[in-house]
Nanobody, 125 residues
Framework: QVQLVESGGGLVQAGGSLRLSCAAS????????MGWFRQAPGKEREFVAA???????YYADSVKGRFTISRDNAKNTVYLQMNSLKPEDTAVYYC???????????????????WGQGTQVTVSS
């Protein structure tokens, strides 16, 4: 079955950096669009970034210029490089996968069919 496993979260000071990874298995990774979402306590899950099967990228305005999404199809892994972190970036970060060659960008959580378990990112001020 499909599995998405996030790693790389942790505690970092404001202005610092973290790189999240999401290792995928059980799917033809190169044909899936991948997304990163986050959810802070008491808030809804929100879109962060997405990368298409062909390598196109799309970002939420709140992270544009600070976060970079990338993928390595040879390793079945998607990454989220997070720089200049702010306390408001604190959340559980989830990766997600959806197979679609015709819709882009895909930013609604309900459009993604597969999810990881999440990794906590905490940014201290």
């Amino acid at each position: 079955q499909v599995q998405l496993v996030e790693s790389g979260g942790g505690l970092v000071q404001a202005g610092g950096s973290l790189r999240l990874s999401c290792a995928a298995s059980g799917l033809t990774f190169s044909s899936f669009n991948m997304g990163w979402f986050r959810q802070a306590p008491g808030k809804e899950r929100e879109f962060v970034a997405a990368i298409s099967w062909s390598g196109s990228t799309y970002y939420a305005d709140s992270v544009k210029g600070r976060f970079t999404i990338s993928r390595d199809n040879a390793k079945n892994t998607v990454y989220l490089q997070m720089n200049s972190l702010k306390p408001e970036d604190t959340a559980v970060y989830y990766c997600a996968a959806v197979q679609s060659r015709f819709r882009w960008p895909i930013i609604r959580p309900e459009d993604y069919g597969y999810w990881g378990q999440g990794t906590q990112v905490t940014v201290s001020s």
